[in-house]
C-alpha cells in the first residue's frame, strides 16, 4: 500500500538555526515525492519535487531535501531557518502505477522561534 | 486572476440545508481534486476527475456530489451533511498523466451546525 509518514506532529527551532522536516514513503513503483507548505487560512503550496537525478533536491524559498532510496526517506531541510517559516508542512507521494492520487502525510508543524 | 480559486471562503450551514462550493482553475490543467481536511488527520481524497470524467471515488458518503462541467470548473453539491463534515475543503487541479505538482485553491471552511 501506498502511504507517507510524518513522525513529528511539531518540529521547533531557533531563527538562523538548520532545520529539518522529516518524511518516509512506501510505493510500489518509482516514487515520486513532493512537498507542500500550507500557511493559515491558504491552501497547500508547492515547495519541490523529486522525480529522478540528483538525490538533493532544490525548491522555493531556499528550502531542499534530500532522496534517500535505502531509507524510503524525502526530508525537508533548510540551511537557516526564518520566522516567516513557521508553518504547516506536508509529504507528499503520487505512484503513477495507481493511477492519479497523491498520497498526503498528516502534516508537520514548524516553529521557528525569534 | 490565476491559480486556483474557491468560493466561498467561509461557509455555515444547518444540517437540512443544500449548498455548493466552487472551484475554478486558470492553469489548463486536464485534472482536478476535491481534498477534505481535517485536524490531524492526513488530506483525504474525496474525489478526481480526469479529462472531465470521475476517476476516483474514494467511498465518500453520497451527501457530497460532485460535478465537472468542464475542464477548469469543479464544484462539490452538499446536502444533509452531519456535523464531523465540518473541515477545511481543497479543491487542486494538476495535469494528468504527468509529473507535475498539484495547485491548490485556499480552501473553503465548512461548518455544519
Known amino acids: 500500500a501506498q502511504s507517507v509518514a510524518q513522525p513529528e506532529d511539531q518540529v521547533n527551532v531557533a531563527e538562523g538555526n538548520p532545520l529539518t522536516v522529516k518524511c518516509t514513503y512506501s510505493?510500489?513503483?518509482?516514487?515520486?515525492l513532493f512537498w507542500y507548505v500550507q500557511y493559515p487560512n491558504r491552501g497547500l503550496q508547492f515547495l519541490l519535487k523529486?522525480?529522478?537525478?540528483?538525490?538533493l533536491v532544490k525548491g522555493s524559498y531556499g528550502f531542499e531535501a534530500e532522496f534517500n532510496k535505502s531509507q524510503t526517506s524525502f526530508h525537508l531541510k533548510k540551511p537557516s531557518a526564518l520566522v516567516s517559516d513557521s508553518a504547516l508542512y506536508f509529504c507528499?507521494?503520487?505512484?503513477?502505477?495507481?493511477?492519479?492520487?497523491?498520497?498526503f502525510g498528516t502534516g508537520t508543524s514548524l516553529t521557528v522561534i525569534p | 486572476e490565476t491559480g486556483v480559486t474557491q468560493t466561498p471562503r467561509h461557509l455555515v450551514m444547518g444540517m437540512t440545508n443544500k449548498k455548493s462550493l466552487k472551484c475554478e482553475q486558470h492553469?489548463?490543467?486536464?485534472?482536478m481534486y476535491w481534498y477534505k481536511q481535517s485536524a490531524k488527520k492526513p488530506l483525504e481524497l474525496m474525489f478526481v476527475?480526469?479529462?472531465?470524467?470521475?476517476?476516483e471515488n474514494n467511498s465518500v458518503p453520497s451527501r457530497f456530489s460532485p460535478e465537472c462541467p468542464n475542464s477548469s470548473h469543479l464544484f462539490l453539491h452538499l446536502h444533509t451533511l452531519q456535523p464531523e463534515d465540518s473541515a477545511l475543503y481543497l479543491c487542486?487541479?494538476?495535469?494528468?498523466?504527468?509529473?507535475?505538482?498539484?495547485?491548490f485553491g485556499p480552501g473553503t471552511r465548512l461548518t455544519v451546525l
Open positions: 487542486a487541479s494538476s495535469q494528468d498523466r504527468g509529473l507535475q505538482e498539484q495547485f
Open positions: 510505493v510500489s513503483g518509482n516514487p515520486y
Open positions: 523529486y522525480i529522478t537525478g540528483d538525490n
Open positions: 507528499a507521494v503520487r505512484d503513477l502505477k495507481t493511477g492519479n492520487q497523491f498520497y
Open positions: 492553469l489548463g490543467h486536464n485534472a
Open positions: 476527475y480526469s479529462l472531465e470524467e470521475r476517476v
